[in-house]
């Protein structure tokens, strides 16, 4: 810990980071100087103005939340069922550093080639030192009113929980340093302390967001979108409450089987409980609910129009009301709601649905461009796997298989009328398969023969890409040293604005946000909560008081609101009957309105599903085939080990640098590494 929580940053490197800071919009403060820990510590707190720098300069550090998929700083969506690099190389002709995770090529010495990769560990314990170093300086500069100290405390706390935040859901258990600031050039025993236990470092984290949450502005202006608010920090808590409850941390099986021979080498301490406590839940279920008596967050919804199709038949809405959401389904364009939250559409600064986000280049630069056909300029490789479009309900709310009943759902034929809804072209000739799905599917998915808008373009728009082996978008279109194509035959469209072009006569793009943690969440993760109690639990949070039981109307509310937001009907009374049937209805949910938001890989996990999700082999569309009979085959893409999965308890964490464990003799390895 010694050499990497203490880093003297020098001026250069400070001005840098105002760099990226400046093209993420995440509105730090424009000043001239910068001081470490240890530069000119005098002068670092000497006033407000230096202060608050010293501050959003720790904030800095922290990774680009939306590098989820490349430069990877968390295992985000390649490593997990959702998502797959279309490169099928490795080591560092591979950029995709979640499939080094899920591979299992991720060690504790080896966390990926870029910066940042995977090894967070020791970053987050410099933010944590900063933010001790200004807690224990808050009275020191000259001229600061109450009010500045209590704001710069709030945003300080927010940023350390946030640090740990971080640790506890990679590493797990922390090092809890509380507000000493950790000295430098002392022996190696100063420095040697063990982890806390899991359930020792939720509550600590959980207690310092609610501590930063008292101090916090409830909404920000325009300019200072980015910036945490109140919201933000209970979003969070509910978050982190959520995956206290879950199995894997809630004593039982799951806990058990990952964890029960997990024990602190100090005192032979379980790390994770291995009691189970309902009271969990209801905690979980009263921080969301107290995220949503705000009353700031709403999903976001666009009227409906004469392009809205119409609701199919037996999706819930109220026929008195042409608005009726959100009392169901009725009233608003289901696909322009969903789409535009991501795409650049509509304004994040604004948005209410966006509990806490950020402007980011990355978005255009990296996400948008990766999912693009490479005959558009862009890289064709960002993979959605066939089982997340399997997930994807019919647009009246069947699975698959019950719409093949009748027909409605087929894998065999193709379309043989175009349509355009919404605004969304649908080319005539398309598989079956992407025939009558819900809208959230066209908003998110990119297909064979899907459209392209590009509209921004007047040269190459209204592309039509074809992921055939000979066609230019396909596996035998791109050159050997260039392998962009989809290799499952589908990519990522979430983040595409019909307008984006990256090449062609007036090429542009939209500027987009990355939500770090939206309102449909808290409404998936309250109906969870409550959906798992058996009985009347009371729950003091802060100075609010909460009574919390499974009560079958607030599930229903709350769930509802996501599905009905999609254009899709609601849960049955059948299925609000059996606890085990919301939970199936929650995962998928969660699989499909969070997609590629950094939320499946912590879902499976917690809910102790890993090992049967990743068991199951990723499979898409078969990119060696020419023709349409050879091409829509179901098939398991890549032949290279790279593309071979791991499934392994141990993946359940990232892994502590061996460099800290040689320093800390103390410290415990996570279990499996």
């Known amino acids: 810990m010694k050499t990497s929580i203490i880093k003297r940053i020098a001026l250069v490197a400070f001005m840098i980071q105002l760099i990226v800071m400046a093209s993420s919009c995440k509105k730090y403060l424009n000043i001239d100087e910068y001081f470490d820990d240890e530069f000119n510590?005098?002068?670092?707190?000497?006033?407000?103005?230096?202060?608050?720098?010293?501050?959003?300069?720790?904030?800095?550090?922290?990774?680009?939340?939306?590098?989820?998929i490349r430069y990877g700083y968390t295992p985000g969506p390649m490593a997990t069922d959702e998502g797959l690099n279309g490169l099928t190389g490795g080591g560092s002709s591979n950029v995709y550093y979640g499939m080094d995770f899920a591979t299992g090529r991720t060690s504790p010495d080896f966390f990926g080639d870029s910066s940042p990769n995977l090894n967070q560990w020791g970053k987050y314990y410099k933010i944590i030192r900063k933010c001790n170093s200004i807690l224990q300086n808050l009275d020191r500069p000259k001229g600061m009113t109450n009010s500045d100290r209590l704001r710069i405390e709030g945003y300080t706390r927010f940023i350390r929980a946030y640090a740990y935040y971080n640790i506890l859901v990679d590493y797990g258990p922390a090092i809890?340093?509380?507000?000493?600031?950790?000295?430098?050039?002392?022996p190696i025993e100063y420095y040697d302390r063990p982890r806390a236990t899991y359930d020792e470092t939720m509550n600590?984290?959980?207690?310092?967001?609610?501590?930063?949450?008292?101090?916090?502005?409830?909404?920000?202006?325009?300019?200072?979108?980015?910036?945490?608010?109140?919201?933000?920090?209970?979003?969070?808590?509910a978050r982190l409450r959520l995956i206290h409850a879950s199995p894997l941390f809630n004593g039982g099986p799951v806990a058990s089987s990952y964890f029960g021979n997990w024990r602190r080498k100090t005192d032979n301490v379980h790390y994770v409980s291995q009691q189970y406590d309902e009271a969990r839940w209801a905690v979980a279920a009263a921080a969301a609910k107290r995220v949503m008596d705000m009353g700031l967050y709403r999903l976001y919804t666009v009227m409906n129009d004469?392009?809205?199709?119409?609701?199919?038949?037996?999706?819930?809405?109220?026929?008195?009301?042409?608005?009726?959401?959100?009392?169901?389904?009725?009233?608003?364009?289901?696909?322009?709601s969903?789409?535009?939250?991501?795409?650049?559409?509509?304004?994040?600064?604004?948005?209410?649905?966006?509990?806490?986000?950020?402007n980011t280049g990355y978005m255009v630069t990296t996400i948008s461009q990766g999912s693009m056909p490479p005959s558009l300029g862009g890289w064709g490789r960002f993979c959605v796997t066939q089982k997340v479009v399997d997930a994807y309900l019919m647009d009246d709310g069947r699975t698959k298989e019950e719409a093949a009943v009748n027909g409605y759902y087929s894998e065999t034929g193709f379309t043989t009328q175009p349509r355009n809804f919404s605004g969304y072209p649908l080319n005539s000739g398309v598989y079956k398969m992407y025939a009558n799905r819900e809208m959230r599917f066209y908003a998110s998915i990119g297909f064979n023969e899907a459209v392209w808008q590009a509209q921004s373009s007047s040269s190459v728009n209204n592309h039509t890409a074809k992921y055939y082996y000979q066609d230019a978008d396909g596996r035998g279109g791109v050159t050997a040293t260039s392998p962009n194509y989809p290799i499952t035959g589908y990519v990522i469209k979430k983040y595409n604005h019909p307008m984006d072009a990256f090449q062609g006569t007036g090429a542009r793009h939209i500027k987009k946000a990355y939500s770090i943690i939206r309102y449909a969440e808290i409404l998936l993760s309250y109906a969870e909560a409550l959906n798992n109690l058996t009985s009347s639990h009371t729950v003091q949070l802060g100075d609010q008081q909460y009574t919390m039981s499974r009560n079958l109307d607030e599930i229903k509310s709350a769930f509802n609101l996501v599905r009905y937001r999609a254009g899709l009907p609601g849960l049955t009374a059948t299925q609000l009957n059996s606890t085990t049937d919301v939970q199936k209805q929650i995962e998928r949910e969660r699989m499909v309105e969070l997609l590629w938001e950094n939320r499946r890989f912590y879902d499976v996990r917690r809910w102790g599903i890993y090992?049967?999700?990743?068991?199951?082999?990723?499979?898409?569309?078969?990119?060696?085939?020419?023709?349409k009979e050879t091409y829509y085959q179901r098939v398991?893409?890549?032949?290279?080990?790279?593309?071979?999965?791991?499934?392994?308890?141990?993946?359940?964490?990232?892994?502590?640098?061996?460099?800290?464990?040689?320093?800390?003799?103390?410290?415990?390895?996570?279990?499996?590494?």
């Open 41 to 68: 510590i005098d002068s670092a707190f000497a006033n407000p103005r230096n202060i608050e720098a010293y501050m959003w300069g720790a904030a800095a550090m922290f990774p680009d939340e939306s590098n989820t």
């Open 176 to 186: 809890l340093l509380g507000d000493e600031v950790v000295n430098t050039n002392e």
């Open 204 to 237: 600590y984290t959980c207690e310092e967001f609610e501590k930063a949450a008292q101090l916090l502005p409830r909404e920000v202006s325009l300019l200072d979108f980015g910036r945490p608010t109140k919201g933000a920090a209970f979003a969070l808590v």
């Open 306 to 336: 004469d392009k809205t199709p119409a609701l199919p038949q037996g999706v819930t809405s109220d026929p008195n009301f042409y608005n009726n959401y959100p009392n169901g389904a009725g009233g608003i364009d289901p696909l322009r």
């Open 338 to 358: 969903y789409a535009d939250v991501f795409n650049g559409e509509a304004v994040a600064e604004i948005n209410k649905e966006i509990i806490w986000g950020r």
């Open 611 to 627: 090992e049967e999700t990743e068991r199951e082999p990723i499979r898409g569309m078969n990119p060696d085939g020419a023709t």
């Open 636 to 673: 398991i893409p890549g032949t290279s080990s790279f593309m071979t999965r791991v499934v392994n308890k141990k993946l359940a964490f990232v892994p502590i640098p061996r460099a800290e464990l040689r320093r800390l003799p103390s410290l415990d390895q996570n279990p499996g590494y």
